[in-house]
């Protein structure tokens, strides 16, 4: 969700107002997921290199998330959706750990959307607390199912389509491990400009993708 900052800036806003105008994208476009019958969304919140940025910055975008829950816990559930966290609660304020914790909880149930919210995430340290993990079961002898039940994205499927807005091309340590053979698309849109028209332009760019897998 890469471009809120650059937004607020071309508008001389400070750029708190680009992370809310961002957060009116994530309801517009879980939204459109939810309706178009996509199985899971990851929405890339937070990296475990964010905590670089200001201290007033990541309050506000703490404050966000808050509020993004408190008003859309409802809403989201009655379209069935799932929520799932991926990454390190653990160095979050406890009311943010809170809210969100009962959010998981009150959509565990649900069977529709799976929205994967990457909080503090970094795939490399995913993976590491995967390989400990692995290590406490006594694990010796991985193989690339067990290690994939070992990551916050355990039993879903690899994704299919990874969208990075802002045109960077960068994976900016985004899911390395699931991202093996999944199609990138950039697109130069900033992410609070990003619609639902541009979510299914990307999925039909997608559907004209030859997809191999290594083979022929
Ligand atoms: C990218 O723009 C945006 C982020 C790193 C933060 C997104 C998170 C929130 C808006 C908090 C609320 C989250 C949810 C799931 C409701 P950037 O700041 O990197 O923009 P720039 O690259 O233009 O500076």
């Known amino acids: 969700m890469d471009g809120n900052g650059r937004w607020a800036k071309k508008r001389s806003l400070p750029r708190a107002f680009g992370h809310k105008q961002g957060v009116k994208t994530i309801k517009n476009i879980v939204r459109a997921a939810s309706s178009l019958g996509i199985k899971v969304l990851t929405l890339y919140a937070f990296s475990t290199e964010n905590w670089k940025r200001p201290q007033s910055e990541i309050k506000i975008l703490f404050s966000l998330l808050r509020q993004f829950i408190k008003k859309e816990l409802k ?42 919210i990457a909080l503090n995430y970094g795939a490399r340290q995913e993976l590491i607390h995967a390989f400990k993990e692995m290590s406490k079961h006594g694990i010796k002898k991985p193989t690339e199912e067990i290690v994939s039940s070992f ?15 802002s045109g960077e091309f960068r994976i900016s340590n985004f899911l390395l491990w699931q991202i093996a053979y999944s199609e990138i698309y950039v697109t130069g849109k900033l992410w609070p400009d990003f619609t639902q028209r541009d979510l299914e332009i990307a999925i039909s760019e997608f559907q004209k993708r030859e997809r191999r897998f290594g083979g022929l």
Do not use: C, H, M
């Open 75 to 116: 809403d989201l559930s009655s379209l069935g959706v799932k929520l799932r966290i991926l990454g390190d609660l653990s160095k979050f304020p406890e009311t943010v750990r809170i809210e969100v914790e009962n959010a998981r909880k009150t959509t565990s149930q649900n069977t529709g959307l799976e929205l994967n």
């Open 151 to 165: 990551l916050y994205t355990a039993g879903q499927s690899d994704p299919d389509l990874l969208i990075r807005t």
